[in-house]
């Protein structure tokens, strides 16, 4: 059990470029989340995925995001056209049992 | 629709003392409510959680929290504080039933003081 990973761990973007970041869940768990954390706020829930199926999105998900977990196993997180106010930290989660999420150590996301 | 409300940002304590870290939330399912702590530079980590059965739970690192439906609280406890303690606390709740989305309050920063 290596615990959850990310890739990477920071990415300064010009606005308008497009970003994408990986998570990669421990081994054998189906559910995987995405969360956004600011500064000085909890993280917030942007989408949850059982093995490859997104079954929930928040409206924060706007459509210049987009998430996949294309086998069941990692995720990617995309963001198009970045605006400064996508600048956050971003995290993954997994768990076995829907009740236990183990975090990542979070993508830190820098639009200038 | 489900909210968490954290009172205090941030909390001093000093060391041996106790440590109370409050949690008021909203759920209109029954909730299931959990304690995360984020030391710096580090993923958050599950203290305790609440989802049936015994209202007062027992965590990592002598943590407890009780559950009380009746004043929607899930208050965070610790009899005697440590410094190793410091860091942030976050309360989070999700409804029961299959839902999976987990909403987390602002998060209280505990100092403690030697």
């Known amino acids: 059990d290596t615990g959850v990973s990310q890739d990477p761990r920071h990415k300064i973007t010009k606005r308008g470029q497009n970003v994408t970041f990986r998570c990669d869940p421990i081994?054998?768990?189906?559910?995987l989340y995405w969360y956004r954390q600011t500064l000085g706020q909890g993280p917030e829930f942007l989408t949850y995925?059982?093995?490859?199926?997104?079954?929930?999105k928040s409206r924060l998900l706007s459509d210049r995001f987009s998430a996949e977990r294309p086998k069941g196993s990692f995720s990617t997180l995309e963001i198009q056209r970045t605006e400064q106010g996508d600048s956050a930290m971003y995290l993954c989660?997994?768990?076995?049992?829907?009740?236990?999420?183990?975090f990542g150590p979070g993508t830190r996301l820098t639009v200038l | 629709a489900q909210s968490v409300t954290q009172l205090g940002s941030h909390v001093s304590v000093s060391e041996g003392a106790l440590v109370l870290l409050r949690c008021n939330y909203s759920?209109?399912?029954?909730?299931?409510l959990f304690w995360y702590v984020q030391y710096p530079n580090q993923g958050l980590q599950l203290l305790l959680k609440?989802?049936?059965?015994?209202?007062l739970v027992k965590g990592i690192n002598g943590f407890e929290a009780e559950f009380k439906k009746s004043e929607t609280s899930f208050h965070l406890t610790k009899p005697s504080a440590h410094m190793s303690d410091a860091a942030e606390y976050f309360c989070?709740?999700?409804?029961?039933?299959?839902?999976?989305?987990?909403?987390f309050g602002t998060g209280t920063k505990l100092q403690v003081i030697p």
């Open positions: 989070a709740v999700r409804g029961s039933g299959g839902y999976q989305k987990v909403t």
């Open positions: 081994s054998e768990h189906n559910r």
């Open positions: 609440y989802t049936t059965g015994a209202t």
């Open positions: 989660a997994s768990s076995l049992d829907g009740d236990t999420q183990y």
């Open positions: 995925f059982q093995n490859e199926a997104q079954l929930e």
């Open positions: 759920s209109s399912v029954p909730p299931y």
